[in-house]
Nanobody, 121 residues
Framework: QVQVVESGGGFVQPGGSLRLSCVASGTFFSINDMGWYRQAPGKQRELVAG???????NYADSVKGRFIISRDNAKNMVFLQMNSLKPEDTAVYYC???????????????WGQGTQVTVSS
């Protein structure tokens, strides 16, 4: 059983910062890509930032220069440092981990339950 759990959401004023954390636990062989997605009310879920097991990153244009994704492979964790937050960053943020359960399998996506981020004055 694989579990993905996020933490670190909350309420912040515009221009502020938050750091999200996510940990994958359970029995598995390895983790491929990890990423953060978000979904605002009435909108589709979108990719915010992704990172490969080797550390290559990619970002949505809307967060480039403000958000930084990183991971700790030894701890099966991924982080999202969010700076210069804007009201339009308000959403539920979800962690995604593409997990290989055994060495003979391709990865399958596992999702966290989501953490709310609210940016408002």
């Amino acid at each position: 059983q694989v579990q993905v759990v996020e933490s670190g959401g909350g309420f912040v004023q515009p221009g502020g910062s938050l750091r999200l954390s996510c940990v994958a636990s359970g029995t598995f062989f390895s983790i491929n890509d990890m990423g953060w997605y978000r979904q605002a009310p009435g909108k589709q879920r979108e990719l915010v930032a992704g990172i490969t097991s080797g550390g290559t990153t990619n970002y949505a244009d809307s967060v480039k220069g403000r958000f930084i994704i990183s991971r700790d492979n030894a701890k099966n964790m991924v982080f999202l440092q969010m700076n210069s937050l804007k009201p339009e960053d308000t959403a539920v943020y979800y962690c995604n981990a593409n997990i290989r359960r055994t060495r003979w399998e391709y990865g399958n996506d596992s999702w966290g339950q989501g953490t709310q981020v609210t940016v408002s004055s």
